[in-house]
């Protein structure tokens, strides 16, 4: 009869300590790290805004204007002020109400996090396509395409 014994030996346990330490060191940081999370919630706020732009131009007949700052976003719809239609010559001054919460001016800026575009403006006229292709870039890293032709949005 053999007595067999399971369970690690000593040189396991320790190898087993020192591999957890080295993925707690690099991977840790990442996951409690506030900048990641802010950086990919605005990049997910400022894709959805763009695609909205693009539904409310179709969905109205009336254009929309993207216009990009530094850290942020604004979305104005053409017309005067005070009128519930639009015309060719009328500017893009009206603001645009955001969907979810109804506050009357759909913008989005976050602090700490850059959004840089290829252009300053884009605008989507009633049939969804866009003035010009545009390329933003959310934190150095993180990439949104428009196609001029069809509006197109979408992450490469």
């Known amino acids: 009869m053999t007595n067999k014994q399971t369970g690690f030996s000593l040189v396991e346990l320790a190898m087993l300590i020192v591999v957890l330490s080295i ?44 216009t990009i700052i530094s850290n942020g976003y604004t979305l104005t719809r053409q017309g005067a002020s005070g009128s ?23 913008s989005g800026t976050e602090a700490g996090v850059s959004l840089t575009g290829s252009v300053s403006s884009f605008i989507f006229d009633a049939l969804g396509t866009v003035s010009t292709d545009a390329t933003l870039t959310v934190a150095g890293s993180k990439t949104i395409k428009v196609v001029a032709e069809t509006g197109f949005v979408y992450v490469p």
């Open 84 to 106: 519930t239609s639009c015309s060719i010559a009328s500017t893009y001054s009206l603001s645009v109400p955001h969907p979810s919460s109804g506050e009357n001016n759909y």
């Open 23 to 66: 993925l707690s060191s690099t991977a840790l940081p990442k996951f409690f790290s506030k900048n990641t999370f802010a950086e990919r919630a605005f990049f997910d706020d400022t894709l959805s805004a763009i695609r909205y732009a693009q539904k409310l131009a179709v969905a109205t007949g009336c254009g929309v204007q993207v």
